[in-house]
């Protein structure tokens, strides 16, 4: 495997229009969807045509783009007034992601410096085109820091999908299990198939057998007889938002996969870009989690699966405490037993 290789991009700008891979339809069909009003990116982000904490911002960051463009045919001069609405729903789409407002403070903070007399597109396109590639090269910087940490021959398990469908490009769990399988590091992988969107199974295991990354997938509930074999050496996964104290939001049974990590004595490696830490909060209790609608759980592609009226939790996230995990890799260094004082090392 071309250890560049940077798979498949899940968002393009082409043709003065964004372009997202519908992630709803993996792996059975491989569509784009063609987008040109900021408030149909929104809906794109809530409905999870694109996904993944890095890719929902770098969407949200072309999404502002559309906005600028739309604001300067309607108002004019008055274009920075028009852009309140539709920034406020992009902001809305999906509560828990925080690259979602890092994107789109980056571009606020950007266009609050123009002048009102010429519109912003050009501008603003090149600002949202620097957070894609900067995200692409972050996930690579991530992938080699997260790979020298692991033993040669590694047998390692990852949630969800944090691969190059939910990034810019590469990935950052699956961009250190690249980089980990390009280097001899990993031999095997395990894919939970994540219920209930199975992300692990229609996205994480298609992209890792697209780069002939020997991939096993299972049910949750068989990983903890599978840690008991003794078999595992990593949990790996990404993030979608990080606490100043070094506690992690990601999917859904996480924080499950992360105690039995710990009971089984196989260590945890966190990989999110700084764009996932959110400074402003001090521990994992104070994320908003996103509650996603029951027929989620309840139903299977528009079959139901479950007495008809009974109720379903449907959190999409949880929180993992920073004491469970060995390891947080970001783009600017490792950090070892994350904890408050050792995050601030990587803030300076
Ligand atoms: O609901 P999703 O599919 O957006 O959830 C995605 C995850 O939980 C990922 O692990 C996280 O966003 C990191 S992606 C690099």
Same mark, same amino acid.
């Given at each position: ?6 798979? $498949? ?12 891979? %519908? ?6 069909? !491989?569509?784009?969807?063609?987008? *040109? ?7 794109? $982000? ?9 890719? =929902?911002? $770098?969407? +949200?960051a072309?999404?502002v783009v559309?906005?600028a ?8 001069? @008055? ?11 992009? /902001?809305? #789409?999906?509560?828990? &992601? ?9 571009m606020?903070?950007l266009y609050?410096?123009?002048?009102? @007399?010429?519109?912003a597109e050009q501008v603003l396109l090149k600002e949202a ?6 995200? $692409? ?24 999908? &944090?691969? +190059? ?7 950052? &769990? ?17 894919? *939970? ?11 994480? /295991?298609?992209?890792?057998?697209? *780069? ?15 840690? /008991? ?14 606490? /100043?104290?070094? %506690? ?8 499950? !996969? ?23 909060? @001090? #521990? ?27 109720? +379903? ?11 469970? =995990? ?5 783009? &600017?260094?490792? =950090? !070892?037993?994350? #904890? ?9």
């Open positions: 495997m071309d250890k560049n290789k940077t798979s $498949i991009q899940p968002i393009n700008w082409q043709d003065d229009a964004l372009f997202l891979l %519908d992630q709803r339809r993996l792996p059975a069909e !491989l569509i784009w969807l063609e987008y *040109d009003h900021p408030n149909d990116v929104a809906i794109a $982000i809530k409905d999870m045509v694109v996904r993944g904490a890095p890719a =929902i911002g $770098i969407t +949200a072309f999404g559309l906005a463009r739309q604001a300067w045919n309607v108002a004019g001069v @008055n274009w920075k007034q028009a852009m309140t609405a539709p920034l406020a729903r992009l /902001a809305e #789409s999906r509560p828990t &992601a925080v690259n979602l407002h890092w994107a789109i403070h980056r606020t903070a609050e410096t123009l002048p009102d @007399n010429e519109s085109q620097a957070i894609h590639a900067e995200d $692409i090269a972050a996930n690579h910087v991530m992938g080699k820091l997260g790979a020298d940490l692991i033993d040669p021959k590694s047998t390692v398990l990852t949630h969800c999908n &944090a691969g +190059a469908l939910a990034t810019g490009g590469f990935g950052t &769990a699956l961009g250190v299990i690249r980089q980990g399988y390009a280097d001899g590091k990993i031999v095997q992988v395990y894919a *939970d198939e994540t219920r209930p969107w199975l992300q692990g199974s229609r996205l994480t /295991a298609w992209e890792l057998q697209q *780069d002939n990354i020997p991939v096993t997938l299972q049910a949750e509930g068989a990983v903890a007889a599978l840690m /008991a074999t003794g078999k595992l050496d990593w949990v790996i996964v990404g993030a979608d938002r990080i606490t /100043a104290n070094g %506690d992690v939001a990601n999917k859904i049974g996480t924080y499950m !996969l992360a105690i039995l990590a710990k009971y089984h004595g196989v260590r945890m490696m966190v990989v999110a870009p700084t764009s996932t830490i959110d400074w402003q909060l @001090n #521990s994992g209790d104070e994320i908003p989690i996103e509650q996603r609608p029951e027929y989620e759980v309840t139903m299977i592609n528009g079959q139901q699966i479950a007495p008809e009226g009974v109720p +379903a939790l449907n959190p999409a996230f949880d929180v993992t405490p920073a004491s469970l =995990i060995a390891v947080i890799v970001t783009e &600017a260094g490792v =950090i !070892l037993s994350p #904890s408050t004082e050792k995050m601030l090392k990587i803030k300076e």
